[in-house]
C-alpha cells in the first residue's frame, strides 16, 4: 500500500510538528513549565496513537477505493472500534502517572467527523493520483491553494479537540486541579492558533515545486 505509506509519512510530519509547537507556545505562556510533565506525557503519547489511527484510516480508504468499496458507515464504524482498540494502548502507556478515563460519548463524535473528512479526502486524491504522480504534486493538483490549507486546519482541529477531551479526563492529585485548569483553559485556544499558522506553512511546502531530491511525500515540516 505505497500510497497509504506515503499519506501516512506526511500525517506524521504533520501531527508531530503540530505537537511539537503546542507544547512550545504553551510553555512560553505558563510561568511554571517543570509543573507540566502530564500535559507533555499526555501530548507525547496522544500523537503516536492518532498516528496510528489515521495510519488505519488512510490504508482502509486507499483500499476501499482502490475496489471501489463505498466509504459508507459501515467502514466508518470498523474504523470508530479500531481506534478504541488502539486506545486501550494508549492508556495502557499513560496509566502512570496519568489515569484518563475517555469519555467515548465526548470523544465520539468528533472522531467520527475526522474520520469521514480524512476519508472523502483521500478519495477525492486517489482520484488524480497516477502512480507517475508524486504525492506533493497529486495533492497540488487535486485541491487549490486555500482548499487544501482549509483541510489540513479541519483536521488539527479535530486533533485539538480531542485532546481537550483527553485534557479534561485526567485525573490528578488534588493538589495538582488548579494547575490542570489553568493549563486546559488555554489548551484548546493555543492548538488552533498553532492549526492556523502551521496549516498555511505546510500547504505552502506542499505545493512548491522543489528541484531537491527530497523523497516524494516528505514535507519537511518541523
Not at 494502548?89 to 467520527?112: C, H, K
Not at 477531551?165 to 488534588?174: D, I
Not at 495538582?176 to 493555543?190: H, K
Request: glycine fraction near 2%; charge should be positive; include cysteine.
Amino acid at each position: 500500500m505505497h500510497r497509504a505509506r506515503l499519506l501516512a509519512d506526511l500525517n506524521r510530519q504533520l501531527l508531530e510538528a503540530y505537537s511539537r509547537r503546542t507544547t512550545a507556545a504553551l510553555r512560553a505562556r505558563l510561568p511554571l513549565p517543570v509543573a507540566l510533565p502530564w500535559l507533555d506525557k499526555l501530548l507525547l503519547v496522544n500523537v503516536e496513537k492518532e498516528v496510528r489511527k489515521d495510519a488505519q484510516v488512510l490504508r482502509r480508504s486507499v483500499q476501499a477505493t482502490k475496489t471501489r468499496q463505498p466509504l459508507d458507515d459501515e467502514l466508518v464504524a470498523a474504523l470508530l472500534q479500531s481506534s478504541r482498540e488502539i486506545d486501550r494502548d494508549f492508556l495502557a502507556q499513560a496509566r502512570s502517572p496519568l489515569e484518563i478515563p475517555i469519555r467515548y460519548e465526548v470523544v465520539n463524535p468528533v472522531r467520527i467527523q475526522r474520520i469521514r473528512r480524512q476519508l472523502a479526502a483521500t478519495e477525492t486524491l486517489c482520484a488524480v493520483w497516477t502512480p507517475r504522480r508524486k504525492l506533493r504534486k497529486a495533492l497540488a493538483e487535486t485541491f487549490p491553494a486555500t482548499e487544501l490549507e482549509r483541510l489540513l486546519f479541519d483536521l488539527m482541529v479535530y486533533y485539538a479537540r480531542e485532546t481537550q477531551v483527553l485534557g479534561e479526563s485526567v485525573r490528578m492529585p488534588a493538589l495538582l486541579s488548579p494547575l490542570r485548569r489553568r493549563v486546559l483553559a488555554g489548551l484548546y485556544e493555543t492548538m488552533e492558533r498553532t492549526a492556523q499558522a502551521l496549516s498555511r506553512e505546510a500547504a505552502g511546502r506542499i505545493r512548491r515545486v522543489k528541484t531537491s531530491r527530497r523523497p516524494a511525500g516528505e514535507a519537511g515540516l518541523s
